[in-house]
């Protein structure tokens, strides 16, 4: 189910989500849950944020709503507005309303993106208060114990213009995710798209190469998510190099220079 641009998983997950933990974070994860506390995570893009709400989501057998926050989201957007159907104004919850009505995960992808103004709007869902006042319907709903706010960013593309003020920062439990080690990120994607071990791994090098490029002017490099990509697209057929450059090399930048060097990277491994 979709409402207002925002991804719903109505039904808890029941299949399983591949997920290799890299340290003690689901451990972490089940306390802050247990004793009702918002959650935090830092990390590059495609590191395994988003996998890990998902494995959270199954493991606590809670519904997962995941909004992926820009520069327009609004506290209407979040909390739910009056909708013109007919001759009548019909009020539509948001997605925070949602997962707190339903006690479910309310997940704040990359929540920094998000007008400052937006985001006061969960401060009374961060403390001992747990709720969430709806001015435009005169009501305060109070979250269940089983409703988690969960909030990520990714630290590489903070600003001063964009980052979490400290008075929000300091309510949450905070995980930072990085890319694996080259034996444990060699592990997940083959465990992932079921690519036999050795092409993993000169997948993976190639990663591991372009991140070395950040110094060189590559915002970031690829990502866990843009290795299984590219490993995808090899088994489904595509010659390597081609799949290395479409799947991975050519989502980094449109810097010739930057292309140039990471095909040397490319044809050096494959």
Same mark, same amino acid.
């Given at each position: 189910?979709?409402?207002?641009?925002?991804?719903?998983?109505?039904?808890?997950?029941?299949?399983?989500?591949?997920?290799?933990?890299?340290?003690?974070?689901?451990?972490?994860? &089940?306390?802050?849950?247990?004793?009702?506390?918002?959650?935090?995570?830092?990390?590059?893009?495609?590191?395994?944020?988003?996998?890990?709400?998902?494995?959270?989501?199954?493991?606590?057998?809670?519904?997962?709503?995941?909004?992926?926050?820009?520069?327009?989201?609004?506290?209407?957007?979040?909390?739910?507005?009056?909708?013109?159907?007919?001759?009548?104004?019909?009020?539509?919850?948001?997605?925070?309303?949602?997962?707190?009505? %339903?006690?479910?995960?309310?997940?704040?992808?990359?929540?920094?993106?998000?007008?400052?103004?937006?985001?006061?709007?969960?401060?009374?869902?961060?403390?001992? #208060?747990?709720?969430?006042?709806?001015?435009? &319907?005169?009501?305060?709903?109070?979250?269940?114990?089983?409703?988690?706010?969960?909030?990520?960013?990714?630290?590489?593309?903070?600003?001063?213009?964009?980052? &979490?003020?400290?008075?929000?920062?300091?309510?949450?439990?905070?995980?930072?995710?990085?890319?694996?080690?080259?034996?444990?990120?060699?592990?997940?994607?083959?465990?992932?798209?079921?690519?036999?071990?050795?092409?993993? #791994?000169?997948?993976?090098?190639?990663?591991?190469?372009?991140?070395?490029?950040?110094?060189?002017?590559?915002?970031?490099? %690829?990502?866990? #998510?843009?290795?299984?990509?590219?490993?995808?697209?090899?088994?489904?057929?595509?010659?390597?190099?081609?799949?290395?450059?479409?799947?991975?090399?050519?989502?980094?930048?449109?810097?010739?220079?930057?292309?140039?060097?990471?095909?040397?990277?490319?044809?050096?491994?494959?």
């Amino acid at each position: 189910m979709t409402i207002q641009g925002f991804k719903i998983d109505e039904n808890k997950i029941d299949v399983e989500p591949f997920f290799l933990p890299r340290g003690n974070e689901i451990e972490i994860a &089940l306390a802050a849950r247990a004793n009702q506390l918002p959650l935090l995570l830092k990390g590059p893009t495609g590191c395994g944020k988003s996998r890990f709400m998902q494995y959270l989501a199954w493991r606590l057998r809670l519904p997962l709503i995941t909004v992926s926050c820009h520069d327009d989201l609004s506290t209407g957007d979040l909390i739910g507005r009056f909708l013109v159907k007919g001759n009548e104004a019909v009020w539509q919850d948001g997605p925070l309303t949602l997962a707190v009505k %339903a006690g479910g995960i309310c997940y704040l992808d990359e929540v920094v993106e998000a007008r400052k103004d937006t985001i006061v709007v969960i401060h009374p869902l961060t403390d001992d #208060r747990r709720e969430l006042p709806v001015e435009k &319907l005169g009501k305060i709903f109070r979250a269940p114990p089983e409703f988690m706010l969960v909030v990520s960013y990714n630290p590489g593309y903070q600003s001063i213009l964009k980052d &979490l003020k400290p008075s929000t920062r300091q309510r949450f439990v905070s995980l930072t995710f990085d890319y694996p080690t080259e034996e444990r990120e060699v592990e997940i994607v083959t465990g992932e798209c079921g690519a036999d071990a050795h092409l993993s #791994r000169r997948l993976v090098q190639l990663a591991v190469m372009t991140r070395s490029l950040k110094d060189s002017g590559l915002i970031e490099g %690829a990502s866990t #998510r843009l290795i299984i990509q590219t490993a995808r697209l090899i088994k489904s057929g595509v010659a390597e190099v081609d799949a290395c450059r479409a799947g991975m090399t050519q989502s980094l930048t449109d810097d010739l220079d930057l292309l140039a060097a990471m095909d040397e990277m490319i044809v050096s491994l494959f």
